[in-house]
């Protein structure tokens, strides 16, 4: 199947410091990408739908002052969680659809779990 | 509010048998229909889509669509222990391509 990669898997950091977290697809090309959140035994929510060369769309809710999405490439969207708080803490994980023809088949990177102390 | 629910267990079945996961979606404009497994600290990995009303088969997994009744569901035959997961369920709303998910419903194969 189609591979997603994201880097890092893990980080920890300050306080009001900004992360940022990289999505690729590794062997096809994704004009799409989205990115979901996780927290602890909670299911997965989309935060944002990043589109290669225009900006990309928030759901209600998530503050896009706040993360920052760069579609920079047909492999590679990022993430930046600007001036982080404890409450940020979760797993972020990034998906693509693989194709057109599998336009709204999903599959998702290996996830990266932010720790903010 | 699109809604995608799902009980979050655990279930429970031993090791050979046959586990039924259920999931019910409360948008009508809904046309597919997903199925992960997410094991702790992973990532979800697609294990079956399914668009029409109906049984699809892939291996020992078969999924059910009852649009009718706003209905999916998940058979895993012949469970394993390596089975055992949290399985979430999605609804992807016509032609978003955004996926909502359920809350998920845990699985534990007993050996």
């Known amino acids: 199947g189609a591979v997603v990669s994201q880097h890092p898997s893990w980080v920890i950091c300050k306080s009001g410091t900004s992360v940022k977290i990289e999505c690729r697809s590794l062997d096809f090309q994704a004009t799409t990408m989205f990115w979901y959140r996780q927290f602890p035994k909670q299911s997965l929510m989309l935060m944002a739908t990043s589109n290669e060369g225009s900006k990309a769309t928030y759901e209600q809710g998530v503050e896009k002052d706040k993360f920052l999405i760069n579609h920079a490439s047909l492999t590679l969207s990022t993430l930046t969680v600007t001036s982080a708080h404890p409450e940020d803490s979760s797993f972020y994980i990034c998906?693509?659809?693989?194709?057109?023809?599998?336009?709204?088949?999903?599959?998702f990177g290996p996830g990266t779990r932010l720790t903010v102390t | 509010q699109k809604e995608v629910e799902q009980n979050s267990g655990p279930l429970s079945v031993p090791e050979g048998a046959i586990a039924s996961l259920n999931c019910t979606y409360s948008d009508r404009g809904s046309q597919s229909f997903f199925w992960y497994r997410q094991y702790s600290g992973k990532s979800p990995e697609l294990i079956m889509s399914?668009?029409?009303?109906g049984d699809k088969e892939d291996g020992r997994f078969t999924a059910q669509l009852n649009k009718a009744s706003q209905y999916v569901s998940l058979l895993i035959r012949d469970s394993q222990p390596s089975d055992s997961a949290t399985y979430l369920c999605?609804?992807?709303?016509?032609?978003?391509?955004?996926?909502?998910f359920g809350t998920g419903t845990r699985l534990k194969v007993l050996a």
């Open positions: 999605a609804a992807e709303p016509s032609g978003t391509y955004k996926y909502i």
């Open positions: 399914i668009y029409s009303n």
């Open positions: 998906s693509a659809p693989p194709s057109i023809e599998s336009a709204n088949e999903q599959y």
